[in-house]
């Protein structure tokens, strides 16, 4: 089972190719662009901010999958790629959105560096197979016009079970689980989480720049922090520094076993409960939740701007440009 998409030395490789890394001056201007390749990689590049555009790749995989990869900010990669787990409590099913997606609808932005991604799952009840539903997550990824931020807003819609005399819907019994790779350091990372006093954050470092992870839960109700985290080392399978992905996604049991802090070529993963308690079996709940990726000179600096962006939601980024 392929743990992400690239190595460390493949990023730092490839970054320094990316057209959209050339420097356009020190002011922020709102603008955009963005190229396709031939294996279905779309190369966003935003706002420059500090000499150096913030960028992203929205991959799309042959089977089906979809995947933000290759975050850059100043001239120097920052994450390898973001991938989202969705966990089925009571099935106990858990699937990721490069590996297991039966199809993925992609669309790009023409004059806004923002990118559509619906990928959708099948979910079928492992002791009764006839009983199946296939969940869909949107995700909205955009590049902030007002700081060095990228913003990736998401929902979740269940449909509804078939055959239909079952029930109309599933209730909402959902964790969704982010795992990030972050990837500054050319040979080192630092990665801890900490907290602002109102959101969680995951903050990654090679002491001269940072990259903030944060995330907001918007609809049906607002929350900011995260429910348990995990640091961990890209490629570990046991121990106190197996990976998030290992520990979220190849263990699948719906919980993180509590890492705060590691170095080196680093994973971090955390989870929302998506869960509300509120469905009558005929209508569920849309969720909405926020990922906020702010990028820094410093930690404080990092953590500012991805709390800014996910306070300001898509809608608000999206009309700045």
């Given at each position: 089972?392929?743990?992400?998409?690239?190595?460390?030395?493949t990023v730092l490789?490839?970054?320094a190719?990316?057209?959209?890394?050339?420097?356009?001056?020190g002011?922020?201007?709102?603008?955009?662009?963005?190229t396709?390749s031939?294996?279905?990689?779309?190369?966003i590049?935003?706002?420059?901010?500090?000499g150096s555009?913030v960028?992203?790749?929205?991959v799309e995989?042959?089977?089906?999958?979809a995947v933000v990869?290759?975050?850059?900010?100043?001239?120097?990669p920052m994450i390898a790629?973001l991938?989202t787990?969705?966990?089925?409590?009571?099935?106990e099913l858990?699937?990721n959105?490069?590996?297991?997606?039966?199809?993925a609808?992609?669309s790009?932005?023409?004059?806004?560096?923002?990118?559509?991604?619906?990928v959708?799952w099948k979910?079928t009840?492992?002791?009764?197979?006839?009983v199946?539903?296939?969940?869909e997550i949107?995700q909205?990824?955009?590049?902030?016009?007002?700081?060095?931020?990228?913003l990736i807003?998401r929902?979740?819609?269940?449909g509804?079970?078939?055959?239909?005399?079952y029930?109309?819907?599933?209730?909402?019994?959902?964790?969704v689980?982010s795992?990030?790779?972050?990837t500054?350091?050319e040979?080192?990372?630092?990665?801890?989480?900490?907290d602002?006093g109102?959101?969680?954050?995951?903050?990654a470092?090679?002491?001269?720049?940072s990259?903030?992870?944060?995330q907001r839960?918007?609809?049906?109700t607002?929350?900011?922090?995260?429910d348990g985290?995990?640091?961990g080392?890209?490629g570990?399978e046991?121990g106190?520094?197996?990976?998030?992905w290992?520990?979220?996604?190849e263990?699948?049991d719906?919980w993180?076993?509590?890492?705060?802090?590691?170095?080196?070529d680093?994973?971090f993963?955390?989870?929302?409960?998506?869960?509300s308690?509120d469905?009558?079996?005929s209508?569920?709940?849309?969720?909405t939740?926020?990922t906020?990726?702010g990028f820094?000179?410093?930690d404080g600096?990092?953590v500012?701007n991805?709390?800014a962006t996910?306070e300001?939601?898509y809608?608000?980024e999206?009309?700045?440009?």
């Amino acid at each position: 089972m392929r743990q992400h998409t690239m190595s460390r030395g493949t990023v730092l490789q490839t970054s320094a190719a990316i057209g959209g890394l050339a420097v356009v001056g020190g002011a922020a201007t709102a603008s955009a662009s963005s190229t396709e390749s031939e294996d279905g990689r779309h190369r966003i590049d935003g706002t420059d901010h500090g000499g150096s555009p913030v960028g992203f790749d929205l991959v799309e995989y042959a089977d089906g999958g979809a995947v933000v990869e290759s975050v850059t900010a100043y001239e120097s990669p920052m994450i390898a790629d973001l991938h989202t787990v969705l966990w089925d409590s009571e099935w106990e099913l858990a699937t990721n959105t490069r590996d297991d997606a039966i199809g993925a609808d992609v669309s790009v932005g023409d004059a806004i560096p923002e990118t559509t991604a619906t990928v959708e799952w099948k979910y079928t009840n492992p002791d009764y197979a006839l009983v199946r539903y296939w969940p869909e997550i949107t995700q909205r990824a955009i590049v902030s016009a007002a700081r060095p931020a990228l913003l990736i807003e998401r929902d979740l819609e269940l449909g509804a079970y078939a055959p239909p005399r079952y029930a109309a819907s599933p209730e909402l019994r959902h964790t969704v689980y982010s795992i990030a790779n972050p990837t500054i350091g050319e040979e080192r990372t630092d990665g801890w989480v900490t907290d602002d006093g109102d959101y969680d954050a995951f903050v990654a470092t090679d002491h001269e720049y940072s990259v903030a992870i944060v995330q907001r839960y918007v609809h049906p109700t607002v929350r900011t922090g995260f429910d348990g985290h995990r640091v961990g080392d890209v490629g570990v399978e046991e121990g106190e520094n197996r990976s998030a992905w290992a520990d979220i996604y190849e263990e699948a049991d719906g919980w993180i076993d509590r890492n705060d802090a590691s170095a080196g070529d680093i994973h971090f993963g955390t989870g929302l409960s998506l869960e509300s308690g509120d469905d009558d079996g005929s209508e569920t709940t849309v969720p909405t939740w926020r990922t906020g990726i702010g990028f820094g000179s410093g930690d404080g600096e990092a953590v500012d701007n991805a709390i800014a962006t996910v306070e300001d939601g898509y809608e608000t980024e999206r009309d700045r440009y």
